[in-house]
């Protein structure tokens, strides 16, 4: 089945820090992959999505890239703010699934002035 | 757009009682809609698939008799957990995907936490 594995977490950065987190995936079609973010005691927000492959998913100066041949997107920010500090969940939606998500751990990140 | 809300925001209720939850897609349909469970700290779970007009399709090891659900018009889905138990607290989201849309996005409610006591 599909699933979505995020580098373990928390990570914490200083402000202006880059920032990666990893996801790599298992599907058996085509997906879409998706970054979420959820901010303490608030619902998920959709931050960036992709496709298919070799696209490139950007949102308030994060960015992923759909890698087919590395099964990965990782999500990536030059330079994160306080105000980024929350959880972050990968996720995929499988054509053979509809319009289900299957969801990474979630990675929780905090940034420190 | 694509705006969902979800009432209430927090509940807190007595073990054996019923609690039902809504989720409300505000400036759009949605033929589909999703319930989820998250634990602190944890990833979300999908607990079940809910179809305007037809029955909710649930996920394995999900009571379907425990948690019921509702999807009768367009705009609207709801969850009633009955018989509530401490074990069911939990925050409960919903997301909800456009009708009529290819797009497999879904748009999420800001979620209810359950508290049981």
């Known amino acids: 089945g599909d699933s979505v594995t995020q580098m373990e977490g928390p990570v914490t950065l200083s402000e202006e820090a880059f920032l990666t987190i990893n996801c790599t995936y298992t599907?058996?079609?085509?997906?879409?992959l998706f970054w979420y973010v959820q901010y303490p005691g608030e619902g998920l927000q959709l931050l960036l999505k992709?496709?298919?492959?070799?696209d490139k998913g950007s949102n308030k100066g994060f960015e992923a890239t759909y890698r087919k041949e590395t099964t990965s997107f990782h999500l990536e920010k030059g330079s994160v703010q306080v105000s980024d500090s929350a959880v972050y969940f990968c996720?995929?939606?499988?054509?053979?699934?509809?319009?289900?998500?299957?969801f990474g751990e979630g990675t929780q990140l905090t940034v420190n002035p | 757009g694509a705006v969902v809300s979800q009432h209430p925001s927090w509940v807190i209720c007595k073990s054996g009682t019923s609690v039902k939850i809504e989720c409300r897609s505000l400036?759009?349909?949605?033929?589909?809609m999703f319930w989820y469970r998250q634990f602190p700290k944890q990833s979300l779970m999908l607990m079940a698939t809910?179809?305007?007009?037809?029955?909710?399709?649930?996920e394995q090891g999900v009571e379907k008799d425990k948690f019921l659900i509702n999807h009768a018009s367009l705009t609207l889905s709801t969850l009633t957990v009955t018989s509530a138990h401490p074990e069911d607290s939990s925050f409960y989201i919903c997301?909800?995907?456009?009708?009529?849309?290819?797009?497999?996005?879904?748009?999420f409610g800001p979620g209810t936490r359950l508290t049981v006591t």
């Open positions: 997301s909800a995907r456009l009708s009529g849309r290819t797009s497999y996005e879904q748009y």
């Open positions: 599907a058996t079609g085509y997906p879409s």
């Open positions: 992709a496709t298919k492959a070799d």
């Open positions: 996720a995929l939606s499988d054509q053979t699934s509809g319009s289900r998500l299957t």
């Open positions: 400036d759009f349909q949605a033929t589909t």
């Open positions: 809910s179809n305007e007009g037809s029955k909710a399709t649930y």
